[in-house]
T-cell receptor, first 114, second 116 residues
Framework: AQSVTQLDSHVSVSEGTPVLLRCNYS??????LFWYVQHPNKGLQLLLK??????LVKGINGFEAEFKKSETSFHLTKPSAHMSDAAEYFC????????????FGSGTRLQVQP | NAGVTQTPKFQVLKTGQSMTLQCAQD?????MYWYRQDPGMGLRLIYY???????DKGEVPNGYNVSRLNKREFSLRLESAAPSQTSVYFC???????????????FGEGSRLTVL
């Protein structure tokens, strides 16, 4: 069994300030973890993924995430927010095969204020 | 470089009408998925197909049927639409790793369905 909890449904930051989107997971297996971004009226796009290699993962558009097994966390960060980062972000855990392999978090909506 | 293509992008139905959402991928992926997205609920799996000719129910399959016509195409059918099926529907595909672990999902742009 596996689950994902995104700790904030909404996060608001000012342009140029750091971004932190929090994700905790639970899994019976060694998981793969993903962050996806969804801009308004668009499909989901992969930001980054962790698949048991380096624990600090760098993604597109300056985002990165650190896998912390002891804390069962996979928080998404960016040093400096840009207006174009405003979107919804989903944390996803993959810890098996088949239809039960993927579990989505409920999403965090990021607002970026000018 | 099409990726995952869904049609139609928008549809309005009356209660009781039927329709089919079409999905095709050109990445030679084995696995395909149909999800629905509702506010505050993330994405919920409707149906899953591990390969051509196989389908499996997901979290919310009631009121839907699917067909995996070939490796490329995976369609979702609403036989008798209900207002509760008003949602945004996403098709996705993925390849599995050598261990069978599900890899990155590639999504279509979504189909926005309203049932009146």
């Amino acid at each position: 069994a596996q689950s994902v909890t995104q700790l904030d449904s909404h996060v608001s930051v000012s342009e140029g300030t750091p971004v932190l989107l929090r994700c905790n997971y639970s899994s019976s297996y060694s998981p793969s973890l993903f962050w996806y971004v969804q801009h308004p009226n668009k499909g989901l796009q992969l930001l980054l993924k962790y698949t048991s290699a380096a624990t600090l993962v760098k993604g597109i558009n300056g985002f990165e995430a650190e896998f912390k097994k002891s804390e069962t966390s996979f928080h998404l960060t960016k040093p400096s927010a840009h207006m174009s980062d405003a979107a919804e972000y989903f944390c996803v855990v993959s810890a098996g095969t088949g239809r039960r392999a993927l579990t989505f978090g409920s999403g965090t909506r990021l607002q970026v204020q000018p | 470089n099409a990726g995952v293509t869904q049609t139609p992008k928008f549809q309005v139905l009356k209660t009781g009408q039927s329709m089919t959402l079409q999905c095709a991928q050109d990445m030679n992926h084995n696995s395909m998925y149909w999800y629905r997205q509702d506010p505050g609920m993330g994405l919920r799996l409707i149906y899953y197909s591990a390969s051509e000719g196989t389908t499996d129910k997901g979290e919310v399959p009631n009121g839907y049927n699917v067909s995996r016509l070939n490796k490329r195409e995976f369609s979702l059918r609403l036989e008798s639409a209900a207002p509760s099926q008003t949602s945004v529907y996403f098709c996705a595909s993925s390849e599995s790793s050598r261990t069978g672990r599900t890899g990155e999902l590639f999504f279509g742009e979504g189909s926005r369905l309203t049932v009146l």
